[in-house]
């Protein structure tokens, strides 16, 4: 077959183009970070737009009442140690969480539950919006609804899910507020809601999900120090950690040979971790070549929470890194 030889320079330009444009943000600007190149939908931070002012605030939007505390809870533990205002959001209500109450009462136990958790982590508040688990909508009202509340909150970060997960309502909250990204600072997207001059980091959470690719550790936090104030908040959800989900995993009587978790914090902790914090040692395993680029000369910790940086938010600044990453 003769190849026709302007065609195989254009295919060339498009490749080179599409390469270009991979490396530029939206403004056709470079950002470079930490000698790494970043994607990202929204123009970088100029100093003519600074931050609101004030604490950083940083919003997990997860979509049940224990998926920011699961897999950010020694996060938020660590960033409202220095001083950040962390809000936690579960999407649903949580209400088909249990294998005994009805829906309705288990909504509202862990809307309870999560108030003790909020308190335990120090945050902000723990907001949950009320959807009926599996009946998250991916509608243009629910990205509104969810947009309106990044607006009035004005996050510096926020973290939600990627969009492979096992869980429908995992995906589509995930889904919702990279929608939002870009759309946030659009003073006429939703008429009365108040844009964002400065665009929030958009951090995706740590999975296990190969399909279609593992994601990407770009900013891995040391959970050693945290795993203690994790589990604390953990224990408040009493209905999901010691109820629901030992019923639903079958290990009902590894609950019961915890016997008094109040005296037995060891025992307790075990628990908690063989099954909700195991992520976070087998993410230091799989991670461990990242730790050490990242954290050159400090040996990988036992236990850490890694994120990945969503290309729908705006680049990351110096700021966000050393907010994070220093102790
Ligand atoms: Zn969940």
Not at 120 to 137: E, K, M
Not at 261 to 286: E, F, H, P, Q
Request: proline share 5%.
């Amino acid at each position: 077959m003769k190849i026709d030889r302007r065609k195989f320079l254009g295919a060339i330009g498009c490749v080179a183009a599409i390469g270009a444009a991979q490396i530029l943000n939206a403004a056709g600007e470079l950002n470079v970070m930490r000698g790494r190149t970043y994607v990202a939908a929204c123009p970088p931070v100029k100093a003519s737009i600074p931050r609101t002012g004030g604490a950083y605030r940083i919003m997990v939007i997860g979509a049940h009442p224990d998926d920011a505390d699961i897999i950010c809870g020694c996060t938020a533990a660590k960033l409202v140690k220095k001083g950040c205002r962390v809000k936690f959001v579960a999407a649903c209500n949580g209400d088909i969480g249990h294998h005994i109450h009805s829906r309705e009462k288990t909504a509202a136990i862990r809307r309870q539950e999560t108030l003790n958790a909020a308190k335990v982590l120090g945050l902000d508040s723990y907001d949950i919006y009320g959807w009926g688990d599996a009946r998250c909508p991916n509608t243009i009202e629910a990205r509104e609804f969810v947009a309106r509340k990044i607006q009035e909150f004005e996050p510096d970060i926020i973290m939600t899910h990627r969009d492979c997960d096992y869980h429908v309502d995992h995906r589509t909250v995930g889904t919702l507020v990279k929608d939002c990204g870009y759309m946030l600072g659009c003073p006429h997207w939703i008429e009365g809601s108040k844009p964002l001059r400065r665009r929030p980091l958009i951090l995706l959470m740590s999975d296990i999900f190969t399909v279609p690719r593992v994601m990407r550790p770009d900013i891995l936090i040391n959970a050693d120090p945290y795993i203690g104030k994790w589990a604390d908040a953990l224990d408040c959800q009493v209905s999901q950690f010691y109820e629901w989900l030992a019923w639903d995993k079958g290990v009902e009587d590894e609950v019961a040979a915890i016997g008094d978790r109040k005296r037995n914090i060891a025992k307790r902790n075990a628990y908690l971790m063989k099954y909700w914090g195991s992520r976070k040692v087998n993410d230091a395993k799989r991670f461990a070549d990242a730790w050490r680029e990242q954290y050159p000369g400090r040996a990988v910790p036992n236990a850490l929470e890694a994120f990945e940086i969503s290309e729908y938010g705006r680049p990351p600044v110096e700021e966000d890194f050393a907010l994070l990453m220093e102790d």
